[in-house]
Antibody, heavy 121, light 107 residues
Framework: QVQLVESGGGVVQPGRSLRLSCAASGFTFSSYAMHWVRQAPGKGLEWVAV????????YYADSVKGRFTISRDNSKNTLYLQMNSLRAEDTALYYCARDPTQYAIGYMDVWGKGTTVTVSS | DIQMTQSPSTLSASVGDRVTITCRASQTISRWLAWYQQKPGKAPKLLIY???SLESGVPSRFSGSGSGTEFTLTISSLQPDDFATYYCQQYNSYSWTFGQGTKVEIK
């Protein structure tokens, strides 16, 4: 079945880096744009970044621009989020989600269960 | 950036009630709006896309309407499984934003 599984979360000190991964299965990963969305403890959903099906288009939320990088490896059916210069306010559950379009002009129709990132000294 | 405002923030209702949640966009987004349901400890689930299109497998008691800046999600007859938090989300431009959420509680 269609599935997204995030990994790579953990506890990290402010200013350090972390890389999240999202393994896709059950669908043709290389045909879809992909998003990262996060949710701080007890808070709502915040869109973080998106990448087109071929990696040619990338967009970021202002809150992470210049610090986070989204990428993908279609040969491995895997999405990534490189997070640098982490701050306490980046603490959240990070979801990857599929966009039903190629060029990231859609909504999110499939979601993973998320991986938790805690930024704390 | 386009801001999305949902109302109410919390809604108390009983099984069988008709429930309506409103979402307003700070600028026109045509019909580029989705609705999601999230239960505690779970990932969001897509209910509605393009303002009124029902996602496959979602019960027909859920419906969406609106265009431009005003949108609504309606649950025609609230079921026990529907107590959850609902989010709207715009995808009009290359900047996706969610509403703050509406929690539907048992009255």
């Amino acid at each position: 079945q269609v599935q997204l599984v995030e990994s790579g979360g953990g506890v990290v000190q402010p200013g350090r880096s972390l890389r999240l991964s999202c393994a896709a299965s059950g669908f043709t990963f290389s045909s879809y744009a992909m998003h990262w969305v996060r949710q701080a403890p007890g808070k709502g959903l915040e869109w973080v970044a998106v990448i087109s099906y071929d990696g040619s288009i990338k967009y970021y939320a202002d809150s992470v621009k210049g610090r986070f990088t989204i990428s993908r490896d279609n040969s491995k059916n895997t999405l990534y989020l490189q997070m640098n210069s982490l701050r306490a306010e980046d603490t959240a559950l990070y979801y990857c989600a599929r966009d039903p379009t190629q060029y990231a002009i859609g909504y999110m129709d499939v979601w993973g269960k998320g991986t938790t990132v805690t930024v704390s000294s | 950036d386009i801001q999305m405002t949902q109302s109410p923030s919390t809604l108390s209702a009983s099984v069988g009630d008709r429930v309506t949640i409103t979402c307003r966009a700070s600028q026109t987004i045509s019909r580029w709006l989705a609705w999601y349901q999230q239960k505690p400890g779970k990932a969001p689930k897509l209910l509605i896309y393009k303002a009124s299109s029902l996602e496959s497998g979602v019960p027909s008691r859920f419906s969406g309407s609106g265009s431009g800046t005003e949108f609504t999600l309606t649950i025609s007859s609230l079921q026990p499984d529907d107590f959850a938090t609902y989010y709207c989300q715009q995808y009009n431009s290359y900047s996706w934003t969610f509403g703050q959420g509406t929690k539907v509680e048992i009255k």
